[in-house]
């Protein structure tokens, strides 16, 4: 078994919001609801696509759920793969979640060679 990394849960680390609560405006951290992505760049310009800081970097829980862990040695909990989360995952606006577009092919596996 795979140790799960521990859930660390703190304040917003730009905008220093408790979890569950809305970013401040101008946070670095904070997420489009609509689009997923940074808020500083999504053009919009009313705060409602504004998002709550959950205690965990956005798309942290969703490279644990679905596996995209960057696995940094036993001692060292594995860290989210962010880039693969993104590259992989679609913003759901409903969820206001990352999902995957498609199940994950795995890689893992080894084909030995049959020499018969
Ligand atoms: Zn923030
Ligand atoms: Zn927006």
Redesign the pocket.
């Known amino acids: 078994m795979a140790a799960e990394p521990t859930s660390k849960i703190t304040n917003?680390p730009?905008?220093h919001?408790t979890p569950d609560t809305l970013?401040?405006q101008g946070?670095d951290?904070?997420r489009c609801a609509r689009t997923g992505l940074q808020r500083l760049g999504c053009g919009h310009t009313s705060n409602a696509c504004n998002t709550r800081?959950t205690g965990r970097w956005p798309g942290e829980a969703e490279c644990v759920e679905y596996g995209l862990v960057i696995d940094v040695g036993s001692d060292t909990e594995p860290l989210p793969d962010l880039n693969r989360l993104y590259a992989l995952c679609d913003w759901d606006p409903n969820q206001q979640r990352m999902v995957l577009r498609a199940p994950i092919a795995d890689h893992g596996g080894e084909h030995p060679e049959r020499n018969t």
């Open positions: 917003c730009d905008c919001v970013h401040h946070c951290v904070a800081w």
